[in-house]
């Protein structure tokens, strides 16, 4: 392959590992930021459920249970509890789970690395950047987003070959008919014959 052909090439792998870099933003961020609006969600219900008895004590206790009409004040202490327990959970495992998928860590690798190529794709484009320089630089960039599947396959940039498939002109084979020799003798036979006969 010549140069340009190996530069050609190389554009578009930059170009399908940084569609590939837009995906996986695309598809995570909301994700992530999903899980993090959940997360402060949880947080702030199990301090609103915990808030009352803790400020108020056995008069806020005893102010829910006739509000509500219940028997007993421990009631509400329980379910104000129960519930405190359960966003208190919700608020830890989404926590945990964000920190095991390392999702705001692999975002910005993913956004810095996408800038990345995007700056080489430019420099191999216009610059006087070679491309066994551009080479390397796309593989330091690509190891960082190794998490980032790839879409598909590689596109193949077209030939750079000046003959296009219109200019090439494909034989045809042309049947000529020739006409059969004439058979050697055979007007001065029949003459012969004819003369003999005439005279």
């Not at 102010?63 to 009409?69: M, T």
């Not at 690509?142 to 070959?161: C, L, M, N, R, W």
């Amino acid at each position: 392959m010549t140069d340009d052909e190996l530069r050609a090439d190389l554009l578009a792998r930059i170009e399908a590992r940084r569609s590939d870099v837009q995906a996986f933003l695309h598809e995570r961020r909301p994700r992530n930021r999903r899980r993090v609006n959940a997360t402060l969600v949880f947080t702030s219900l199990a301090a609103v459920f915990t808030i009352g008895p803790a400020a108020g004590g056995q008069t806020f206790s005893e102010a829910v249970q006739r509000a509500l009409g219940l028997a007993t004040d421990s009631v509400v202490w329980r379910v104000l509890c129960l519930l405190a327990f359960v966003v208190s959970a919700a608020a830890a495992v989404l926590t945990n789970i964000t920190k095991t998928h390392d999702d705001s860590g692999q975002l910005s690798a993913a956004e810095a690395a996408g800038a990345e190529l995007d700056g080489l794709g430019t420099l191999l484009r216009y610059g006087h950047l070679s491309v066994d320089d551009a080479v390397e630089l796309y593989q330091q960039y690509t190891v960082k987003i190794a998490f980032v599947e790839a879409s598909g396959p590689v596109p193949v940039p077209p030939a750079t070959s000046p003959v296009t498939g219109a200019d090439v002109v494909v034989p045809t084979t042309r049947h000529i008919a020739v006409p059969p020799p004439p058979r050697r003798g055979g007007g001065a036979r029949t003459g012969g014959d004819r003369s003999g006969r005439g005279g």
